[in-house]
């Protein structure tokens, strides 16, 4: 169940859900931004394109009112109602080079050419078949702008402007001015708009006059389906449609108010979502990145956090079995504040377990310790047939050192004799302080006459005059002596065995040993 839940649970998974929950909302907002930013640009673009749309067809007005006042000029010349069209010929070519013309003709009501500025005077000329355009002239409408048409002296498609010339109410000539389509084309590129832009020039009867892309393919052709569509809604506006040759585009379109011509750009969708799909490239590569760098940066945190987290784990289990701990730094704030507290637990425990098992006065081990530490060499002599000893000791005449040298005195009686029955044992052996004056001593692999010996020693050693404070102190001990093996024969508990052979040494007269296998053989 544990090992289920452990990736969820870790550290570094958390930091990684961490990294997940900062990068996943913050590529939400800027993918949100970018999009915004797209609408925005093209709403922009959208409305830049209407108004050069707009721009454009005012210079093409411009031009059409300009060409409509010099003909008008050209029209009240005196020698067009004198029919000396010899001076009026010197008269157009003198006028031509300031206008944005290609050339100026005259001709009569039926359509044939009188003059031609493209040819030498009276130079035999065709004669212009355009009823669309005848028609109106001869009803006395003017100016007519002419749809494109092949000029029948340059061959070359053109749109010639004419005005009907009247002499005492009868029509008697038509004045043109003309321009090739190519300058439409020009005027187009003069703009220097950007270069995938598809900028079209249209008719009043929408038909191409001139295109920034693939003139020569569409010239004379009626304008898109979309287009045409968008045309017959609106004179000015924008749409998505495809351009002729099928290009997805965002157009714009304006009908310009004097000679009703359109004019029509579409800027291809491609080239609006390039910018936004180049930063929306940017922004994914920018997002790897940073979800890389932060997923080391995160593995690397939480290793070492990790590290120091289970840098603690055998401390914390060491201070369970009540080991002191030493612990090296972690180099992680908290984990060092947990090693410290476990280190100062370790010390508060060790020094609990030391006030359990040790007296405080003489720091010999107290009697619950004793009865352990004897409890475990009984089961180790029973499994190894090894074999111990236990000297019972009480002091002999103790409580005059409290009642003469007060109680301080017999504190120190009492240090003195701790001291003094710890060096004459082997390390090996333990003595501990049972209570009051009382004393126990742990021979191990020592019985009989060999422990006999020794508490004799040992009755000689605290025999010894103690220095006081003030004087000179002087006790003896009783010492009780029961044999491991005694008490599992006897069936009693040894410590007991040697109690009772400690109080038949008192009996006997105190400063004395009583063996407890003397007892039984007494017994
Ligand atoms: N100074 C001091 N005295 C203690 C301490 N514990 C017990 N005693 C005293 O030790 C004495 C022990 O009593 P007894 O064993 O009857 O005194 P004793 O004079 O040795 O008597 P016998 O064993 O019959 O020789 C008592 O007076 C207790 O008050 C202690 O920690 N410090």
């Known amino acids: 169940m544990l090992n289920r839940f452990r990736f969820l649970s870790s550290i570094r998974s958390r930091l990684a859900l961490l990294v997940a929950a900062c990068l996943i909302p913050a590529s939400l907002i800027a993918v949100a931004l970018l999009s915004y930013d797209y609408y925005r640009n093209r709403e922009a673009l959208r409305d830049s394109a209407v108004i050069t ?34 001076t009026f010929y010197g008269q157009a070519l003198q006028v031509l080079p300031s206008q944005p013309i290609q050339n100026l003709m005259l001709m009569d009501p039926e359509g044939q050419q009188l003059l031609n500025t493209l040819r030498p005077f009276g130079e035999r000329l065709p004669r212009v078949a355009d009823s669309a355009m005848l028609r109106p002239l001869a009803r006395g409408d003017g100016p007519v702008i002419s749809g494109l048409i092949l000029g029948a002296v340059t061959g070359k498609p053109q749109v010639a402007i004419c005005v009907p010339i009247h002499d005492k109410g009868k029509h008697i000539y038509s004045l043109c001015a003309v321009q090739p389509a190519e300058q439409f084309a020009q005027l187009l590129h003069q ?95 920018t997002i790897l990145l940073l979800l890389g760098a932060s997923v080391v940066v995160a593995h690397v945190i939480g290793r070492s956090i990790s590290q120091a987290v289970h840098g603690l784990v055998a401390p914390a289990l060491a201070l369970g079995h009540g080991r002191e701990l030493t612990i090296p730094r972690l180099n992680l704030l908290e984990a060092d504040e947990v090693a410290v507290a476990l280190t100062q637990a370790s010390s508060m425990l060790a020094r609990a377990q030391y006030q359990a098992t040790h007296d405080a006065l003489t720091e010999l081990p107290n009697r619950s310790f004793f009865n352990d530490f004897v409890a475990k060499q009984a089961a180790h002599a029973k499994r190894y047939r090894s074999d111990f000893s236990i000297l019972y000791i009480d002091l002999d005449g103790f409580k005059p050192v409290n009642d003469i040298h007060g109680h301080a005195a017999g504190d120190a009686v009492l240090c ?37 010996k020794l508490a004799d020693k040992l009755i000689a050693v605290l025999s010894a005059p103690y220095d006081i404070e003030g004087g000179t102190a002087r006790i003896s001990a009783s010492i009780g002596i029961a044999g491991c093996e005694d008490a599992n024969q006897m069936g009693v508990n040894i410590l007991q065995l040697a109690d009772t052979a400690m109080y038949l040494a008192k009996a006997a007269g105190k400063g004395r040993v009583i063996c407890s296998s003397g007892m039984k053989a007494a017994g």
């Open 53 to 86: 749309a707009r721009t454009i067809a005012s210079l093409v007005d411009q031009q059409f009112s300009g060409i409509n006042a010099t003909l008008g000029a050209l029209a009240t010349s005196p020698a067009l109602s004198s029919r000396n069209l010899k």
């Open 191 to 285: 703009q220097q708009l950007p270069a995938d832009w598809i900028v079209a020039v249209l008719n009043s009867g929408g038909r191409m006059i001139a295109r920034s892309h693939d003139m020569a393919r569409y010239l004379g052709m009626p304008a898109s389906r979309d287009l045409q569509e968008a045309l017959s809604f609106d004179n000015e506006g924008w749409f998505e449609g495809k351009t002729s040759e099928g290009i997805p585009v965002l157009a714009a379109f304006s009908r310009s108010t004097l000679s009703n011509w359109y004019i029509a750009i579409g800027i291809p969708a491609a080239s609006i979502a390039a910018p936004a799909a180049q930063k929306l490239g940017w922004l994914a590569c």
């Open 416 to 452: 003195a004799v701790g001291r003094r029955l710890r060096a004459s044992l082997r390390e090996s052996d333990v003595a501990a302080r049972l209570g009051g004056d009382e004393f126990a001593v742990v021979l191990v692999n020592t019985t009989g006459e060999a422990a006999r």
